[in-house]
């Protein structure tokens, strides 16, 4: 049965209209890096259980914690009025489809405003990876007040996350996305930091501190490295950003 679980309900009262990040793995796992340093730095209540269709039935643990946990879960911070969805698995598009429709209530319920992440493929280079943003018409002056590019060039967002905002579309929710230059075929802890810094926190309002995203870029990488492995053997459950002047 598709469910939310709430674990923390004192914090629900606490959180009006929040921001929530999406960090499903895709392209550079940008926004999987982005939404686990968010969980960490700021020492995140673990909110909530996400058990919706779609959603492969297995259990996780971590390193010296025996504690089992669905794979998908979300984090809350109250006092900064923030949302992190966290996932430890790919997602596929298909699995998305029925994810949004999962969430879709509990967001109109506690009034969220989505924030999707996604890497556009690009060759690194010594430049700062170049971030612009997109969403839905009644959320997108969100993004011309927080200062944030608008896209050079016409693309689409495919993967999950493509899923989960075809579904905002859809049904005329609220949602923004932001999309940054990544790494195609390995872990980017560099476009995860610009996509903090230059995206969520001009949105969410916060500062969010990410000397260990550079300090720690070889370890990241290492860390992550399996599971990029693993996005790449299987396009289709990864999300990204592609331009469309090859079909036009």
Not at 61 to 79: G, I, Q
Not at 110 to 115: F, K, R
Request: with cysteine.
């Amino acid at each position: 049965m598709a469910r939310i679980r709430v674990l923390a309900e004192e914090l629900t009262d606490e959180l009006e209209s929040p921001t929530l990040v999406e960090g499903l793995p895709g392209v550079g796992l940008v926004g999987k890096i982005a939404a686990d340093h968010l969980v960490s730095e700021f020492d995140m209540t673990h909110y909530a259980d996400v058990f919706c269709e779609g959603v492969p039935k297995v259990a996780v643990y971590m390193k010296d914690d025996p504690t089992l946990h669905p794979p998908v879960r979300l984090y809350a911070d109250a006092e900064r009025n923030l949302l992190v969805l966290q996932s430890d698995i790919p997602i596929r598009p298909e699995a998305a489809t029925e994810l949004a429709t999962c969430l879709g209530p509990w967001f109109e319920e506690l009034d969220v405003l989505p924030v999707f992440l996604s890497g556009i493929a690009h060759e690194k280079s010594e430049a700062v990876p170049a971030l612009y943003g997109i969403g839905t018409n009644g959320a997108t002056p969100r993004l011309e007040d927080a200062g944030i590019d608008r896209p050079t060039e016409t693309g689409l967002v495919s993967g999950p996350t493509g899923a989960l905002l075809s579904n905002a579309v859809s049904v005329g929710r609220p949602a923004l996305a932001l999309v940054v230059e990544s790494d195609p075929q390995f872990p980017d802890p560099e476009a995860a930091r610009v996509i903090i810094k230059q995206g969520i926190e001009p949105l969410v309002g916060v500062e969010v501190p990410v000397d260990d995203l550079v300090d720690s870029a070889t370890e990241i990488r290492q860390a992550k490295e399996q599971l990029a492995r693993r996005m790449q053997q299987s396009e289709e459950e990864s999300t990204q950003a592609r331009p469309l002047g090859m079909y036009q």
